[in-house]
């Protein structure tokens, strides 16, 4: 009986340390794609916000356009 014991102590002993290395190995790469993720959504952000800033300066620059356009429609009329 000891033998049996013995044998069966041990199988769960393995299957636990088994079950250990798994849960181990599930969070590091649940934490490396979480890393990764976030790594994106930064350099998301910051693009957005490159491209915010550029499309106000081609607004502005739109803006300017046609306010000369107008000047020199009303310089031409006069």
């Given amino acids: 009986m000891s033998i049996m014991m013995q044998l069966s102590l041990y199988q769960v002993i393995v299957l636990l340390l088994s079950i250990g290395g798994a849960l181990i190995g599930i969070y590091t790469r649940f ?3 979480m890393s990764l993720m976030a790594a994106r959504v930064t350099h998301l952000e910051k693009d957005h916000t490159e491209f915010q800033t550029k499309l106000e300066e ?3 620059g739109v ?6 356009l107008a000047e020199n429609q009303i310089r031409s009329k006069s």
């Fill in 58 to 60: 081609i607004s502005k």
């Fill in 31 to 33: 934490n490396n794609q």
């Fill in 63 to 68: 803006s300017e356009i046609l306010l000369i």
